[in-house]
């Protein structure tokens, strides 16, 4: 499926329709009480930790502002952005200073697995009160308040948007000098290597990559499309067995894409790497659909100047990642980050924030027309096809699990181990 399509499913209807996210609510710990329990004041300012600090992604920050601005203009926006994209810096940054008793009024945290760390920590505080005074409790799909939801029912964050991880970005121009058909469509990843195969024999590099975060993003791809959905999400609760030889059979087709990247990949981010295949220095790139933003920043059109399709083997696969805010333990300016998560919670703020991301509303109220054709086919695939959680983006692992698989796979693409070692190192890392 090319990801071109015109949708006229609304928000609402298409997010109702068939989302299965596992619910991902143990053991919440947090203390409780978000607004009553003494701790309000500081409504002058507001510091947002993000790792939104560049590009594209700072566009959509700041178009995020622009509401806050007009909503709450007695309340001054504190930039604390950290770059290093997927939060590479900020997270051990946030961290550090979490466990400092230093936390910033508001931080980003991925819904599911990593929000579940703050949960368990007692770094964040239960947000549920702020959904009955903002009106939230029936404007997010159920399935996605539930990654926010510790068992005990209380909410810890506020989503601002929904990302897709598994799509590929290419340059039809860099495709048709080299003989292949951009509308092409790859049943499996083997088709698609066949291409890449070409490419690289013209002297082309076939799939930009960038620094160790990007490469795990698309072992996440990878993996999902050798194992399918199902084993797939086994990967995470246990029951995929990450030594078996289907794992192995996707690390080697993991090996072999990575065998096509540019060999500077490690110093660059990524939006270097989805800058070279806009500028036509390489073929295809894997990336969330963040990428989306940049391309349409730099006025490409999809279909003419670039195309996207799910990575292939991933068709009918949405793999999910959320962005969401949260209300620290000990928030200087508890009252300033209620007004930031009342903004980021509204319409307005949604539509405006997700228009400049290149991500979807997380709300189910928003009018798709409002957003760009590639959006509109990632507020159809929402709605249709089965959801996985992201691994490089939080959705499926604590950090700690992430940082270890990280750690492998830098090992691993930088020749310090082997397959086999690299393999039973990732087995490791998920057991924890
Ligand atoms: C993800 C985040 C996205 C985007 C991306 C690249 O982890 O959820 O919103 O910022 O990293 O930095």
Redesign the pocket.
């Known amino acids: 499926m090319r990801l071109n399509r015109r949708t006229s499913a609304t928000v609402a209807g298409a997010a109702l329709v068939g989302l299965a996210l596992a619910a991902c609510s143990s053991g919440g710990s947090g203390d409780g009480g978000s607004g009553d329990d003494g701790n309000g004041g500081g409504a002058d300012e507001v510091e947002v930790f993000t790792?939104?600090a560049a590009g594209s992604?700072k566009a959509g920050l700041d178009a995020l502002v622009g509401v806050f601005n007009e909503q709450h203009p007695d309340v001054e926006f504190i930039n604390g952005a950290v770059a290093g994209?997927?939060?590479s810096a900020a997270k051990d940054l946030l961290q550090s200073r979490l466990q400092a008793q230093d936390p910033p009024d508001t931080f980003q945290a991925?819904a599911g697995a990593e929000l579940q760390d703050y949960i368990d920590a007692a770094q964040i505080e239960d947000v549920s009160d702020l959904y009955d005074e903002f009106g939230l409790t029936d404007v997010f799909p159920a399935d996605l308040v539930d990654r926010v939801t510790a068992e005990d029912g209380a909410i810890y964050s506020i989503p601002s948007?929904v990302?897709r991880a598994n799509v590929v970005w290419a340059n039809p121009t860099v495709l048709e000098e080299n003989g292949i058909d951009p509308a092409a469509e790859y049943a499996d990843l083997d088709a698609w290597m066949a291409d890449l195969d070409t490419l690289q024999a013209a002297g082309v590099t076939p799939l930009s990559v960038a620094t160790t975060w990007t490469q795990v993003h698309l072992l996440e791809t990878v993996l999902l499309a050798g194992l399918g959905a199902e084993a797939y999400n086994g990967l995470w609760d246990g029951s995929t067995d990450w030594e078996s030889a289907e794992v192995t059979a996707a690390l080697e087709d993991f090996e072999q894409l990575m065998s096509y990247t540019n060999s500077d990949r490690d110093g660059l981010d990524?939006p270097e790497a989805t800058q070279m295949v806009i500028d036509g220095n390489a073929a295809f790139n894997v990336m969330?659909d963040?990428a989306v933003a940049a391309f349409e920043e730099q006025d490409k059109a999809l279909g003419t100047d670039f195309v996207a399709f799910p990575v292939p083997g991933t068709d009918g696969v949405f793999d999910f990642?959320a962005?969401s805010f949260t209300l620290p333990v000990g928030a200087p300016h508890p009252d300033g980050a209620k007004a930031w998560l009342e903004t980021v919670g509204s319409l307005e703020g949604q539509v405006a924030f997700n228009k400049a991301?290149g991500?979807i509303p997380a709300r189910t109220d928003a009018d798709p027309s409002e957003f760009s054709e590639y959006q509109q086919t990632a507020i159809e695939s929402f709605g249709q096809d089965t959801i996985v959680s992201s691994l490089a983006?939080?959705a499926a692992t604590p950090v700690a699990t992430l940082n270890a698989i990280s750690d492998a796979t830098s090992k691993f693409t930088s020749g310090a181990s082997d397959l086999a070692t690299y393999q039973s190192e990732l087995a490791a890392a998920a057991q924890g």
Request: hydrophobic fraction near 35%.
């Open positions: 790792w939104w992604e994209g997927a939060g991925h948007n990302h990524w969330g963040w990642l962005d991301k991500s983006h939080g």
